[in-house]
């Protein structure tokens, strides 16, 4: 399993998104804590919030998943720009 974060600006996006999905042989999840929600799927996928970063777990075999993971390369953010967000919060408050 390969597990990444990533950014969905906008509707565009996501139907883009949705088109690459759909032809990966891999299992595409957005979890987070409340929810897995399947990457294939055009209202699961729209039903999270938009620009925000959300965790994508690609589920297959090696090379199904070494294969997804650059096909969705656009979409990725890496996790320490997580911290750096964290870091701006708490200069914030």
């Given at each position: 399993?390969?597990?990444?974060?990533?950014?969905?600006?906008?509707v565009?996006?996501?139907?883009?998104?949705?088109?690459k999905?759909?032809?990966?042989?891999?299992r595409?999840?957005l979890v987070?804590n409340?929810s897995d929600?399947?990457?294939?799927?055009?209202?699961g996928?729209?039903?999270?919030?938009?620009?925000?970063?959300?965790?994508?777990e690609?589920?297959?075999?090696?090379?199904?998943?070494?294969?997804?993971?650059?096909?969705?390369d656009k979409?990725?953010?890496?996790?320490?720009?997580?911290f750096d967000?964290?870091?701006e919060l708490?200069?914030?408050?």
């Open positions: 399993m390969i597990r990444r974060r990533i950014r969905l600006g906008s565009e996006e996501v139907l883009e998104f949705i088109k999905t759909e032809r990966l042989d891999a595409i999840h987070d409340y929600i399947d990457g294939k799927s055009l209202l996928v729209l039903s999270m919030s938009l620009g925000q970063k959300h965790t994508i690609i589920r297959g075999n090696e090379i199904s998943e070494s294969h997804a993971e650059l096909v969705l979409y990725m953010v890496s996790f320490e720009d997580d967000d964290e870091m708490e200069t914030v408050i």
